[in-house]
Protein backbone atom coordinates (compact mmCIF):
# COMPACT_ATOMS: atom_id res chain seq x y z
CA UNK A 1 0.00 0.00 0.00
CA UNK A 2 1.51 3.31 -1.10
CA UNK A 3 1.82 5.90 1.71
CA UNK A 4 -0.03 8.73 1.25
CA UNK A 5 1.33 11.09 3.38
CA UNK A 6 5.05 11.66 1.52
CA UNK A 7 5.61 14.50 -0.88
CA UNK A 8 4.48 18.13 -1.10
CA UNK A 9 0.92 18.71 -0.45
CA UNK A 10 -2.47 16.33 -0.37
CA UNK A 11 -2.78 12.99 -2.26
CA UNK A 12 -3.25 13.30 -6.12
CA UNK A 13 -7.45 12.41 -6.10
CA UNK A 14 -6.77 10.76 -9.97
CA UNK A 15 -4.02 8.48 -8.50
CA UNK A 16 -6.22 7.08 -5.84
CA UNK A 17 -8.93 7.01 -7.82
CA UNK A 18 -7.00 4.78 -10.51
CA UNK A 19 -5.62 3.00 -7.50
CA UNK A 20 -9.42 1.96 -6.04
CA UNK A 21 -10.19 1.11 -9.35
CA UNK A 22 -7.48 -1.51 -10.22
CA UNK A 23 -8.17 -3.14 -7.27
CA UNK A 24 -11.63 -3.91 -7.94
CA UNK A 25 -10.98 -4.48 -10.98
CA UNK A 26 -8.64 -7.61 -9.74
CA UNK A 27 -11.13 -9.12 -7.49
CA UNK A 28 -14.00 -8.60 -10.85
CA UNK A 29 -11.24 -10.05 -13.15
CA UNK A 30 -12.35 -7.68 -15.48
CA UNK A 31 -10.74 -7.91 -19.11
CA UNK A 32 -7.83 -6.16 -20.12
CA UNK A 33 -9.73 -4.32 -22.89
CA UNK A 34 -12.70 -3.52 -20.40
CA UNK A 35 -10.38 -2.11 -17.59
CA UNK A 36 -8.17 -0.19 -20.23
CA UNK A 37 -11.66 1.81 -21.12
CA UNK A 38 -12.66 2.41 -17.90
CA UNK A 39 -9.77 3.59 -16.43
CA UNK A 40 -9.89 6.71 -18.52
CA UNK A 41 -11.85 9.37 -19.44
CA UNK A 42 -14.22 10.09 -22.28
CA UNK A 43 -13.91 13.96 -22.89
CA UNK A 44 -11.72 16.60 -20.87
CA UNK A 45 -12.39 19.60 -21.66
CA UNK A 46 -10.52 22.61 -20.31
CA UNK A 47 -11.62 26.29 -20.80
CA UNK A 48 -9.85 30.05 -20.03
CA UNK A 49 -12.58 32.87 -20.47
CA UNK A 50 -12.70 36.53 -19.46
CA UNK A 51 -14.85 37.88 -17.34
CA UNK A 52 -15.12 41.81 -16.67
CA UNK A 53 -15.28 42.64 -12.77
CA UNK A 54 -17.20 45.22 -11.07
CA UNK A 55 -14.14 47.49 -11.58
CA UNK A 56 -14.00 47.25 -14.73
CA UNK A 57 -11.22 44.89 -15.79
CA UNK A 58 -11.22 41.97 -17.43
CA UNK A 59 -10.03 38.43 -15.33
CA UNK A 60 -9.28 35.26 -17.12
CA UNK A 61 -10.37 32.21 -15.30
CA UNK A 62 -10.00 28.31 -15.75
CA UNK A 63 -12.66 25.48 -15.83
CA UNK A 64 -13.36 22.30 -16.52
CA UNK A 65 -15.74 20.10 -17.45
CA UNK A 66 -14.59 16.18 -17.40
CA UNK A 67 -17.25 12.99 -18.70
CA UNK A 68 -15.62 9.80 -17.46
CA UNK A 69 -17.99 7.50 -18.35
CA UNK A 70 -21.52 7.48 -20.73
CA UNK A 71 -22.61 4.09 -21.03
CA UNK A 72 -25.22 3.45 -19.57
CA UNK A 73 -26.69 7.31 -19.57
CA UNK A 74 -26.01 10.67 -19.66
CA UNK A 75 -22.98 12.32 -18.13
CA UNK A 76 -24.33 13.63 -14.32
CA UNK A 77 -21.70 15.59 -11.71
CA UNK A 78 -21.71 18.74 -9.98
CA UNK A 79 -19.98 21.83 -11.10
CA UNK A 80 -17.32 23.44 -7.81
CA UNK A 81 -16.37 26.64 -7.34
CA UNK A 82 -13.08 26.37 -5.69
CA UNK A 83 -9.27 28.49 -5.97
CA UNK A 84 -7.20 24.95 -5.66
CA UNK A 85 -8.81 23.08 -8.57
CA UNK A 86 -7.15 20.92 -10.73
CA UNK A 87 -7.89 18.55 -13.87
CA UNK A 88 -6.66 15.74 -11.77
CA UNK A 89 -9.47 16.27 -9.19
CA UNK A 90 -12.30 16.76 -11.85
CA UNK A 91 -10.73 13.31 -12.80
CA UNK A 92 -10.86 11.61 -10.40
CA UNK A 93 -14.60 12.79 -9.29
CA UNK A 94 -15.99 12.10 -12.52
CA UNK A 95 -14.98 8.41 -11.77
CA UNK A 96 -16.37 8.31 -8.51
CA UNK A 97 -19.46 9.84 -9.89
CA UNK A 98 -19.81 7.25 -12.87
CA UNK A 99 -19.41 3.81 -9.38
CA UNK A 100 -21.96 6.32 -7.62
CA UNK A 101 -24.48 6.78 -10.28
CA UNK A 102 -23.89 2.59 -10.67
CA UNK A 103 -23.94 1.92 -7.67
CA UNK A 104 -27.10 2.91 -6.86
CA UNK A 105 -28.51 1.71 -10.27
CA UNK A 106 -29.74 4.95 -11.53
CA UNK A 107 -29.03 5.40 -15.23
CA UNK A 108 -26.70 8.03 -15.66
CA UNK A 109 -22.65 8.01 -16.44
CA UNK A 110 -20.22 10.52 -14.10
CA UNK A 111 -19.19 13.56 -14.96
CA UNK A 112 -17.78 17.04 -12.85
CA UNK A 113 -16.58 20.47 -13.32
CA UNK A 114 -15.97 23.33 -12.08
CA UNK A 115 -13.75 26.60 -12.07
CA UNK A 116 -10.44 27.78 -10.15
CA UNK A 117 -11.85 30.35 -8.56
CA UNK A 118 -12.41 31.55 -5.09
CA UNK A 119 -16.42 32.36 -5.07
CA UNK A 120 -16.07 34.44 -1.52
CA UNK A 121 -14.08 37.19 -3.81
CA UNK A 122 -16.51 37.73 -5.92
CA UNK A 123 -19.41 40.32 -5.91
CA UNK A 124 -22.94 38.48 -6.68
CA UNK A 125 -22.67 40.42 -10.20
CA UNK A 126 -19.37 39.03 -10.51
CA UNK A 127 -20.22 35.36 -9.69
CA UNK A 128 -23.56 35.59 -12.14
CA UNK A 129 -21.34 37.18 -14.71
CA UNK A 130 -18.60 34.45 -13.97
CA UNK A 131 -21.36 31.64 -14.19
CA UNK A 132 -22.89 32.50 -17.16
CA UNK A 133 -19.95 32.36 -18.80
CA UNK A 134 -18.03 29.22 -17.88
CA UNK A 135 -21.85 27.59 -18.86
CA UNK A 136 -21.60 29.33 -21.93
CA UNK A 137 -17.87 27.19 -22.75
CA UNK A 138 -18.76 24.14 -21.73
CA UNK A 139 -22.53 24.48 -23.53
CA UNK A 140 -20.78 22.14 -26.27
CA UNK A 141 -20.97 19.27 -23.98
CA UNK A 142 -23.90 19.93 -21.45
CA UNK A 143 -27.68 19.26 -22.30
CA UNK A 144 -30.51 17.55 -20.91
CA UNK A 145 -29.59 14.49 -23.30
CA UNK A 146 -25.78 14.59 -22.72
CA UNK A 147 -24.55 15.72 -19.33
CA UNK A 148 -26.54 17.74 -16.63
CA UNK A 149 -24.30 19.42 -14.26
CA UNK A 150 -25.47 19.72 -10.30
CA UNK A 151 -24.72 21.88 -7.25
CA UNK A 152 -21.03 20.93 -5.91
CA UNK A 153 -18.56 23.13 -3.18
CA UNK A 154 -19.19 26.74 -3.18
CA UNK A 155 -22.23 26.49 -5.74
CA UNK A 156 -26.36 26.55 -5.35
CA UNK A 157 -29.57 26.23 -6.82
CA UNK A 158 -29.21 30.16 -7.27
CA UNK A 159 -26.09 29.33 -9.71
CA UNK A 160 -27.52 26.40 -11.13
CA UNK A 161 -30.50 28.64 -12.42
CA UNK A 162 -28.05 30.98 -14.02
CA UNK A 163 -26.53 27.71 -15.53
CA UNK A 164 -30.24 26.44 -16.77
CA UNK A 165 -31.09 30.21 -17.72
CA UNK A 166 -28.00 30.46 -20.17
CA UNK A 167 -28.07 27.44 -21.60
CA UNK A 168 -32.16 27.90 -22.68
CA UNK A 169 -31.22 31.46 -24.60
CA UNK A 170 -29.19 29.35 -25.98
CA UNK A 171 -31.46 26.95 -27.14
CA UNK A 172 -34.44 29.84 -27.58
CA UNK A 173 -36.68 28.01 -25.07
CA UNK A 174 -36.54 26.72 -21.65
CA UNK A 175 -34.73 23.51 -20.99
CA UNK A 176 -35.23 23.07 -17.11
CA UNK A 177 -33.83 19.20 -17.34
CA UNK A 178 -30.19 20.38 -18.07
CA UNK A 179 -29.24 21.07 -14.63
CA UNK A 180 -30.78 19.92 -11.19
CA UNK A 181 -30.57 20.81 -7.72
CA UNK A 182 -31.95 23.74 -9.04
CA UNK A 183 -35.05 26.13 -6.95
CA UNK A 184 -38.63 24.57 -7.30
CA UNK A 185 -40.05 27.72 -8.86
CA UNK A 186 -38.02 26.29 -12.41
CA UNK A 187 -38.70 23.13 -12.37
CA UNK A 188 -36.26 21.71 -9.15
CA UNK A 189 -37.40 18.77 -7.17
CA UNK A 190 -39.08 18.27 -3.95
CA UNK A 191 -36.30 16.61 -1.12
CA UNK A 192 -33.43 17.56 -3.46
CA UNK A 193 -31.49 19.74 -0.62
CA UNK A 194 -31.71 17.15 2.25
CA UNK A 195 -30.80 14.32 0.04
CA UNK A 196 -27.48 13.86 0.59
CA UNK A 197 -27.55 14.04 4.17
CA UNK A 198 -30.99 11.82 3.64
CA UNK A 199 -29.21 9.11 2.14
CA UNK A 200 -26.16 9.24 5.10
CA UNK A 201 -28.77 8.69 7.69
CA UNK A 202 -30.73 5.93 5.85
CA UNK A 203 -27.11 3.89 5.34
CA UNK A 204 -25.97 4.89 8.69
CA UNK A 205 -29.18 3.10 10.57
CA UNK A 206 -28.78 -0.10 8.43
CA UNK A 207 -24.94 -0.32 9.07
CA UNK A 208 -25.53 0.81 12.86
CA UNK A 209 -27.80 -2.05 13.20
CA UNK A 210 -25.50 -4.70 11.42
CA UNK A 211 -22.58 -3.45 14.33
CA UNK A 212 -25.04 -3.76 16.99
CA UNK A 213 -24.90 0.06 17.72
CA UNK A 214 -27.80 2.30 19.03
CA UNK A 215 -28.11 5.74 17.50
CA UNK A 216 -30.02 7.28 20.45
CA UNK A 217 -27.08 8.32 22.89
CA UNK A 218 -24.47 7.25 20.62
CA UNK A 219 -21.55 9.97 20.90
CA UNK A 220 -21.16 11.50 17.15
CA UNK A 221 -18.43 13.57 15.12
CA UNK A 222 -18.77 15.83 12.57
CA UNK A 223 -16.48 17.22 10.41
CA UNK A 224 -18.08 19.92 8.21
CA UNK A 225 -21.01 22.10 9.01
CA UNK A 226 -22.00 23.50 5.83
CA UNK A 227 -24.69 22.49 3.61
CA UNK A 228 -24.54 18.30 4.03
CA UNK A 229 -22.92 18.35 7.78
CA UNK A 230 -25.24 21.06 9.12
CA UNK A 231 -28.47 18.83 7.71
CA UNK A 232 -26.80 15.54 8.81
CA UNK A 233 -26.30 16.91 12.26
CA UNK A 234 -29.94 18.13 12.83
CA UNK A 235 -30.69 14.60 11.53
CA UNK A 236 -28.05 13.15 14.38
CA UNK A 237 -30.11 14.78 16.98
CA UNK A 238 -33.51 14.30 16.02
CA UNK A 239 -32.37 10.37 16.19
CA UNK A 240 -31.32 11.03 20.07
CA UNK A 241 -27.79 11.18 19.22
CA UNK A 242 -24.76 12.74 20.87
CA UNK A 243 -22.76 15.02 18.58
CA UNK A 244 -19.89 15.82 20.79
CA UNK A 245 -17.93 17.25 18.10
CA UNK A 246 -18.03 19.66 14.89
CA UNK A 247 -15.59 21.50 12.50
CA UNK A 248 -15.20 23.50 9.92
CA UNK A 249 -12.42 25.21 8.39
CA UNK A 250 -11.87 27.53 11.45
CA UNK A 251 -11.52 24.25 13.89
CA UNK A 252 -13.63 22.74 15.99
CA UNK A 253 -16.22 22.74 18.43
CA UNK A 254 -16.36 19.74 21.65
CA UNK A 255 -18.85 18.74 24.33
CA UNK A 256 -19.12 15.38 25.57
CA UNK A 257 -23.17 15.80 26.46
CA UNK A 258 -23.62 16.48 22.72
CA UNK A 259 -23.63 19.84 21.43
CA UNK A 260 -26.98 21.64 21.16
CA UNK A 261 -26.72 21.84 16.89
CA UNK A 262 -29.57 24.49 16.59
CA UNK A 263 -27.68 26.88 18.77
CA UNK A 264 -24.53 26.20 16.86
CA UNK A 265 -26.14 26.29 13.20
CA UNK A 266 -27.37 30.12 14.76
CA UNK A 267 -24.15 30.54 15.68
CA UNK A 268 -22.38 29.50 12.32
CA UNK A 269 -24.79 31.76 10.68
CA UNK A 270 -24.21 34.67 12.31
CA UNK A 271 -20.16 34.02 12.85
CA UNK A 272 -19.52 32.12 9.44
CA UNK A 273 -17.90 29.63 11.78
CA UNK A 274 -18.10 26.95 14.49
CA UNK A 275 -15.40 28.11 17.03
CA UNK A 276 -16.09 30.50 19.30
CA UNK A 277 -19.63 28.73 20.35
CA UNK A 278 -20.24 29.34 23.78
CA UNK A 279 -21.94 25.85 24.04
CA UNK A 280 -18.62 24.17 23.82
CA UNK A 281 -16.98 22.51 26.45
CA UNK A 282 -13.44 23.45 24.41
CA UNK A 283 -12.41 24.19 21.36
CA UNK A 284 -10.40 21.81 18.67
CA UNK A 285 -8.43 21.80 15.96
CA UNK A 286 -9.58 20.67 12.77
CA UNK A 287 -7.06 17.22 12.68
CA UNK A 288 -8.48 16.69 16.82
CA UNK A 289 -12.07 17.05 16.20
CA UNK A 290 -11.71 14.10 14.03
CA UNK A 291 -9.54 11.86 16.32
CA UNK A 292 -12.39 12.54 19.44
CA UNK A 293 -13.39 9.59 21.06
CA UNK A 294 -16.74 8.70 19.50
CA UNK A 295 -18.54 6.19 17.99
CA UNK A 296 -19.24 6.82 14.61
CA UNK A 297 -17.27 9.80 12.77
CA UNK A 298 -18.74 11.57 9.31
CA UNK A 299 -16.57 13.45 7.30
CA UNK A 300 -18.54 15.80 5.98
CA UNK A 301 -16.02 18.67 4.26
CA UNK A 302 -13.39 17.35 1.32
CA UNK A 303 -11.22 15.05 0.13
CA UNK A 304 -8.22 13.40 1.87
CA UNK A 305 -8.95 14.06 5.50
CA UNK A 306 -8.19 10.22 6.65
CA UNK A 307 -4.97 9.73 6.08
CA UNK A 308 -1.90 7.13 6.87
CA UNK A 309 -1.08 9.76 9.39
CA UNK A 310 -4.12 9.89 11.69
CA UNK A 311 -6.10 6.32 10.42
CA UNK A 312 -4.32 4.64 13.11
CA UNK A 313 -5.86 7.92 16.01
CA UNK A 314 -9.27 7.49 14.64
CA UNK A 315 -11.51 6.46 17.73
CA UNK A 316 -14.79 5.39 15.95
CA UNK A 317 -16.21 2.48 15.33
CA UNK A 318 -18.03 3.14 12.59
CA UNK A 319 -17.41 6.06 9.88
CA UNK A 320 -19.75 7.12 7.20
CA UNK A 321 -18.13 9.18 4.52
CA UNK A 322 -20.68 11.76 3.65
CA UNK A 323 -18.02 13.99 1.54
CA UNK A 324 -16.41 12.82 -1.70
CA UNK A 325 -13.06 11.16 -1.52
CA UNK A 326 -12.39 12.09 2.15
CA UNK A 327 -10.18 8.32 2.82
CA UNK A 328 -7.21 7.62 1.13
CA UNK A 329 -6.17 3.79 -0.09
CA UNK A 330 -3.33 4.14 2.81
CA UNK A 331 -5.68 5.06 5.23
CA UNK A 332 -8.75 2.47 4.53
CA UNK A 333 -5.88 0.00 4.29
CA UNK A 334 -5.02 0.86 8.19
CA UNK A 335 -8.95 0.93 8.76
CA UNK A 336 -10.09 -2.37 7.66
CA UNK A 337 -6.78 -3.82 9.99
CA UNK A 338 -8.01 -2.27 12.61
CA UNK A 339 -11.50 -3.40 12.30
CA UNK A 340 -13.15 -0.02 12.00
CA UNK A 341 -16.25 -0.23 9.34
CA UNK A 342 -16.36 2.39 6.58
CA UNK A 343 -19.32 3.02 4.44
CA UNK A 344 -17.99 4.39 1.48
CA UNK A 345 -19.09 7.81 -0.17
CA UNK A 346 -20.25 6.21 -3.41
CA UNK A 347 -22.90 4.40 -1.29
CA UNK A 348 -23.64 6.87 1.91
CA UNK A 349 -23.71 10.36 -0.40
CA UNK A 350 -25.31 9.04 -3.53
CA UNK A 351 -29.24 10.51 -2.39
CA UNK A 352 -27.42 13.45 -3.89
CA UNK A 353 -27.77 11.93 -7.35
CA UNK A 354 -30.44 9.14 -6.69
CA UNK A 355 -32.91 12.59 -6.27
CA UNK A 356 -31.12 14.39 -8.93
CA UNK A 357 -32.49 11.66 -11.46
CA UNK A 358 -35.90 12.01 -9.97
CA UNK A 359 -35.66 15.74 -10.81
CA UNK A 360 -34.58 15.05 -14.29
CA UNK A 361 -37.10 12.20 -14.87
CA UNK A 362 -39.75 14.77 -13.60
CA UNK A 363 -38.37 17.55 -15.65
CA UNK A 364 -38.83 15.52 -18.86
CA UNK A 365 -41.86 14.61 -18.40
CA UNK A 366 -43.29 17.88 -16.26
CA UNK A 367 -45.21 16.01 -13.62
CA UNK A 368 -43.60 16.36 -10.24
CA UNK A 369 -43.94 14.34 -6.90
CA UNK A 370 -44.58 15.57 -3.51
CA UNK A 371 -41.55 15.39 -0.99
CA UNK A 372 -43.14 12.00 0.56
CA UNK A 373 -42.94 10.04 -2.77
CA UNK A 374 -39.37 11.34 -3.03
CA UNK A 375 -38.59 9.94 -0.05
CA UNK A 376 -40.27 6.80 -0.20
CA UNK A 377 -38.53 6.31 -3.61
CA UNK A 378 -35.18 7.31 -2.03
CA UNK A 379 -35.44 5.41 0.44
CA UNK A 380 -36.05 2.44 -1.44
CA UNK A 381 -32.79 2.92 -4.17
CA UNK A 382 -30.69 3.42 -0.75
CA UNK A 383 -31.96 0.21 0.54
CA UNK A 384 -31.52 -2.12 -2.60
CA UNK A 385 -27.91 -0.37 -3.27
CA UNK A 386 -27.15 -0.92 0.83
CA UNK A 387 -28.18 -4.63 0.38
CA UNK A 388 -26.46 -5.11 -2.82
CA UNK A 389 -23.11 -4.05 -1.50
CA UNK A 390 -23.19 -6.13 1.77
CA UNK A 391 -23.98 -9.42 -0.36
CA UNK A 392 -20.66 -8.87 -3.29
CA UNK A 393 -18.31 -7.80 0.50
CA UNK A 394 -19.76 -11.09 2.12
CA UNK A 395 -19.54 -12.94 -1.33
CA UNK A 396 -15.97 -11.89 -2.14
CA UNK A 397 -15.20 -11.17 1.47
CA UNK A 398 -14.25 -7.53 1.11
CA UNK A 399 -14.64 -4.47 2.56
CA UNK A 400 -17.72 -2.14 1.94
CA UNK A 401 -15.38 0.51 -0.03
CA UNK A 402 -14.17 -2.35 -2.68
CA UNK A 403 -18.08 -3.91 -2.07
CA UNK A 404 -19.57 -1.16 -3.73
CA UNK A 405 -16.53 -0.02 -6.27
CA UNK A 406 -17.08 -3.79 -7.36
CA UNK A 407 -20.92 -3.36 -7.75
CA UNK A 408 -20.54 -0.65 -9.11
CA UNK A 409 -17.69 -1.36 -11.86
CA UNK A 410 -19.46 -4.57 -12.68
CA UNK A 411 -22.61 -2.93 -14.16
CA UNK A 412 -20.56 -0.68 -15.91
CA UNK A 413 -17.91 -3.55 -17.43
CA UNK A 414 -21.51 -5.30 -18.27
CA UNK A 415 -22.62 -2.43 -20.45
CA UNK A 416 -19.65 -1.93 -21.66
CA UNK A 417 -19.38 -6.14 -22.99
CA UNK A 418 -22.78 -5.73 -24.28
CA UNK A 419 -22.73 -2.60 -26.20
CA UNK A 420 -19.47 -3.56 -27.88
CA UNK A 421 -17.09 -0.84 -29.33
CA UNK A 422 -18.11 1.54 -32.32
CA UNK A 423 -17.46 1.23 -35.50
Known amino acids: MRDDSSGKGQPNLWNTALEQFEVAADHLDISRNVRATLRMAERELIVNFPVRMDDGDVRMFTGYRVQHNITRGPAKGGVRYTDDLTLDDVRALAMWMTWKCAVVDIPFGGAKGGVVVDP ?79 SVMMVLRRAAEDAHLSLKGAAVALQGFGHVGGITAEYLHAEGARVVAVSDTSGGVYHRDGLDIAALARHKRETG ?146 RGIYP
Not at 306 to 335: F, W, Y
Request: with cysteine; aromatic share 6%; proline share 4%.
Open 120 to 198: HKLSAHELERLTRRYATEVSILIGPNSDIPAPDINTDAQIMAWIMDTYSMHQGYSVPAVVTGKPLAIGGSEGRNEAPAE
Open 273 to 418: KVRGFSGAQKELSGAEALEVECDVLIPAACENQLTSENAGRLQARLIVEAANGPTTPAADHILHERGVTVVPDILANAGGVAVSYFEWVQDLQSFFWDEQEIELKLDRVMDLAYSGVQRMARQHEVDQRMAAQMVAIKRIADSTDV
